[in-house]
């Protein structure tokens, strides 16, 4: 099990022991961000993606972000059976993932005004997804996944 502390970030097995912690705090989302069948943490942390080994916590890979990440969610947003972490960072809708070992940023996209929140979801029934992004400026706008 992840948990997400105030402190630190870590992994609890289903007996209720601690396998590891780390510091600092962070959240970290289960992803197969390369693909393999096995996962990895997403754990955004300031203007750093870090992908962690969910057996030690170690980081595998990292990437660096154009502003910090104030928000994650995870899925397969280009349809390759490997998922993404996609993260508001101020104005930007940045998809990053792994390909080859190297992580990079898919795809980016520039809102209107910075991105309060977003989801993620199918919210015109065609089975791909869109977002939903809140502005600091009060409105909502809509993203096609196409």
């Known amino acids: 099990m992840t948990w997400n502390g105030q402190y630190c ?3 609890t097995d289903l007996k209720g022991d601690t396998l590891w912690g780390r510091t600092p705090p962070a959240t970290g989302f289960p992803v197969d961000a390369d693909g393999d069948g096995t996962y990895e943490i ?3 942390l300031g203007k750093t ?3 962690l080994d969910p057996a030690n916590g170690e980081v595998r890979w990292t990437l660096e972000l154009p ?19 996609v993260l508001a960072c101020g104005k930007l809708l940045i998809a990053a993932h792994v390909k080859g070992g190297q992580p990079s ?12 929140e977003f989801i993620l ?17 009060g409105r909502l706008y809509g993203v096609d996944g196409g």
Do not use: N
């Open 9 to 11: 970030l870590g992994i």
């Open 105 to 116: 940023i898919l795809w980016q996209l520039e809102a209107p005004a910075s991105i309060s």
């Open 49 to 51: 993606m870090r992908w």
């Open 42 to 44: 997403a754990s955004p």
């Open 67 to 85: 502003s910090s990440a104030t928000q994650i969610a995870i899925a397969d947003v280009d349809g390759d059976r490997s998922e993404e972490a």
């Open 121 to 137: 979801a199918d919210t015109d029934g065609d089975g791909g997804l869109e977002a939903v992004l809140a502005g600091a400026d």
